[in-house]
């Protein structure tokens, strides 16, 4: 496989979603405004099978994200903002029946699932026995295509610590949400060292990408 990636965006305190979030606002209060910028750009538009948008540097570099993603890895809470059993007719997630990534996305769970195959490509399977399995089973689909760490911020933190992420890509929009969910929030390791390789700014986000010391080609 190629390289295992988080991409998200985030607050300049850090971020990822606003209070309250729910699976009727699954962003939380002001959460959206993390996400304009990206709205916006004519790559996003045309992921989500919309036309129009703005033509500029960040749109490119949204196309440059996905151009190689191969598979996908999301948290629970990422696909439906809950943590308990599916029940007899299951949610069928936030991504509408044409879903943006077009790739087999793994979602972890506490709760057995069979997969639910989408429009457009996408499959989501369910992983109920943790992040490795989760990249085992991910890695096994793609050939030497990029893993995308989509999310949430527990999905994330999960896993930088174990060392099985190659780089992160952070968004930083200039807000301050003041209160929601942090991205390290929990993280419970010794330091983390990154290596910032590359900078991007616009008026409406700063985009930095960082390589993150990994374990991941040792095992």
Do not use: C
Request: aromatic residues 8%; without cysteine.
């Amino acid at each position: 496989m190629g390289t295992v990636f988080a991409n998200v965006s985030i607050s300049l305190d850090g971020y990822i979603a606003g209070p309250n979030d729910s699976r009727e606002n699954p962003l939380g209060d002001g959460g959206e405004q993390l996400h304009e910028w990206m709205v916006d750009t004519e790559s996003w538009k045309d992921q989500h099978g919309h036309d129009g948008g703005e033509t500029n540097r960040d749109s490119e570099i949204v196309a440059e994200s996905n151009e190689n993603v191969g598979a996908a890895i999301m948290g629970r809470r990422m696909f439906d903002n809950d943590e308990g059993p599916w029940g007899d007719d299951p949610f069928e997630g936030y991504w509408g029946d044409d879903p943006p990534f077009a790739v087999p996305v793994f979602v972890l769970t506490h709760h057995p699932r069979e997969p639910l195959e989408m429009d457009g490509g996408t499959t989501f399977h369910f992983v109920t026995d943790g992040i490795e399995r989760a990249l085992k089973r991910a890695s096994d689909t793609v050939d030497d295509e990029d893993i995308e760490i989509v999310g949430g911020a527990t999905v994330i933190q999960q896993f930088i610590e174990a060392g099985l992420i190659d780089e992160l890509q952070l968004h930083v929009v200039p807000v301050l949400l003041g209160d929601g969910i942090r991205l390290f929030e929990s993280l419970d390791s010794d330091p983390i060292e990154l290596e910032r390789t590359r900078m991007v700014g616009s008026p409406d986000v700063t985009h930095l990408w960082f390589d993150v010391e990994t374990d991941r080609n040792e095992q």
